[in-house]
């Protein structure tokens, strides 16, 4: 009977994880509480609007090296501006390239896609994403 209850607590506690809890924790970025709304119907995030397209921002009070947004395909990445595997430091930042951002000052080159970079510890530290019509709202 211990079992039993045993199994079912670890279960619910399982499954009642949300799917969009991600570990976010990069000794080389701070954390900032921040939230921006990119409205896709203004030109400046209209690109948002066709799948594999990216915009930088920079939110007030966010990452200082701005936050990427990327059109999936099936919705949106956001991730910070600055190199994952990198101290902040004045090359720190990345630069959009098609599907990929890649670092100013070293040969990372980061899926957007999926965040990740072959041979480095770290993928880009990602932000959670809602959709309300035209509008795009970033937060962490």
Known sequence: MKKTILLLAMTTFILGCS?????????????????IDLNTSLPAYAN???????????PANGPTRGVIVFNNGSGYNAFDGACPNQALTSCSNLNI??????????NENYNLF??????????????RVEVNGDVVRVFN
């Open 114 to 127: 999926t965040g990740q970079a072959a041979g480095q510890q770290y993928e880009l530290k990602r932000y």
């Open 97 to 106: 390239s098609g599907s990929n951002a890649n670092c100013t000052c070293g």
């Open 19 to 35: 799917k969009d809890r991600f570990n976010n924790e990069n000794p080389n970025l701070p954390n900032y509480n921040f939230s």
């Open 48 to 58: 948002l609007k066709f799948t594999g397209n990216a915009v930088k921002a920079f």
